[in-house]
T-cell receptor
Framework: KQEVTQIPAALSVPEGENLVLNCSFT??????LQWFRQDPGKGLTSLLLIQSSQREQTSGRLNASLDKSSGRSTLYIAASQPGDSATYLC?????????FGTGTRLTIIP | DVKVTQSSRYLVKRTGEKVFLECVQDMDHENMFWYRQDPGLGLRLIYF???????EKGDIPEGYSVSREKKERFSLILESASTNQTSMYLC????????????????FGSGTRLTVV
């Protein structure tokens, strides 16, 4: 059974800093990995999708990497802003089922 | 912009009522999903559908049913609402291209916060 873990569970950093969120998964037989953000009381917004054959994806200040063999992904956020405050979830797709991580609650301090 | 639309943001229903949660997507996706999200439990899959009139049970289907009469619409039905079904409900859709071996990302709706009193 796939298990997805995100560390840390919560993170607070001053505005302007670069930061890294971590995601690890136990079964490397995945189709893809997706990073989402969720604001309080809202739905999930997709940030980046990495297919299993890819190593990384970039969108603006965000960069996500995937190392399938070690079961790890990182989400790098450059020059953090208060608007980046949210919960970040990673999810892996395998055997037609999406398994979510436990999430990292990020707070950017102005 | 592609969208998954959930008909209600907030809903309050009484115990025993039959409740319909509607979800519509405009991306021509074949796959649609219903999740519930609770603090400390994360997202749990209730039901999913890979095609019109098709449905499959997820991890927690008890007390729920679904309907997919058209490709773009996937409805979640609470046959007799109970207080333990108070939750945030999230609908999602996705697409697959088997010929290319590609599974595309999931797109989620904005959620329905259901309170059963």
């Amino acid at each position: 059974k796939q298990e997805v873990t995100q560390i840390p569970a919560a993170l607070s950093v001053p505005e302007g800093e670069n930061l890294v969120l971590n995601c690890s998964f136990t079964d490397s037989a995945i189709y893809n990995l997706q990073w989402f953000r969720q604001d309080p009381g809202k739905g999930l917004t997709s940030l980046l999708l990495i297919q299993s054959s890819q190593r990384e994806q970039t969108s603006g200040r965000l960069n996500a990497s995937l190392d399938k063999s070690s079961g790890r992904s990182t989400l790098y956020i450059a020059a953090s802003q208060p608007g980046d405050s949210a919960t970040y979830l990673c999810a892996v797709l395998g055997n037609e089922k999406l398994t979510f991580g436990t999430g990292t609650r990020l707070t950017i301090i102005p | 912009d592609v969208k998954v639309t959930q008909s209600s943001r907030y809903l309050v229903k009484r115990t025993g009522e039959k409740v319909f949660l509607e979800c519509v997507q405009d991306m021509d996706h074949e796959n649609m999903f219903w999740y519930r999200q609770d603090p400390g439990l994360g997202l749990r899959l209730i039901y999913f559908s890979y095609d019109v009139k098709m449905k499959e049970k997820g991890d927690i289907p008890e007390g729920y049913s679904v309907s997919r009469e058209k490709k773009e619409r996937f409805s979640l039905i609470l046959e007799s609402a109970s207080t333990n079904q108070t939750s945030m409900y999230l609908c999602a859709s996705s697409s697959t291209s088997p010929g290319q071996g590609l599974h595309y990302g999931y797109t989620f709706g904005s959620g329905t916060r259901l309170t059963v009193v």
